[in-house]
């Protein structure tokens, strides 16, 4: 059963866009953080992009920061990744995740950072994961 679902990967040049969706089913995204988790080849999956539950603060890695774009459509019950001149070392399998929300009060980033590293063991929900190949 997959309740959290990914779209929008493939092959992308070094400096083009591309643009990835989180789609929720069975359950309001408005009360979860999302974030955004990528494996490379060989390499940990390591987490690199945040959205906080109800107010959309973010978080994002020191190296996408200026490039990448996490976003929340509630409407559609979606969270989107946009990936501006992405590079060839962003090559992954990027997986959306998804926890629970447990008070309401805002997050600052060095507490969203911490939400995004228990992800990793302690989210509610994971996608299917979509590839990313950046590459010319």
């Known amino acids: 059963e997959q309740l959290v679902v990914e779209s929008g990967g493939g092959l992308v040049q070094p400096g083009g866009s591309l643009r990835l969706s989180c789609v929720a089913s069975g359950f309001t995204l408005d009360r979860y953080h999302i974030a955004w988790f990528r494996q490379a080849p060989g390499k940990e999956r390591e987490g690199a992009f945040i959205?906080?539950?109800?107010?959309?603060?973010?978080y994002y890695i020191d190296s996408a920061k200026g490039r990448f774009t996490i976003s929340r459509d509630s409407v559609k019950n979606t969270v989107y990744l946009q990936m501006n001149a992405p590079q060839p070392k962003d090559t992954a399998v990027y997986y959306c995740?998804?926890?629970?929300?447990?008070?309401?009060?805002?997050?600052?980033?060095?507490?969203?950072?911490?939400?995004?590293?228990?992800?990793?063991?302690?989210?509610?929900?994971w996608g299917q994961g979509t590839q990313v190949t950046v590459s010319a």
């Open positions: 959205i906080s539950s109800p107010d959309s603060r973010t």
């Open positions: 995740a998804a926890v629970l929300r447990k008070r309401r009060a805002s997050l600052p980033p060095d507490k969203l950072r911490v939400v995004l590293y228990s992800m990793k063991t302690g989210a509610d929900y």
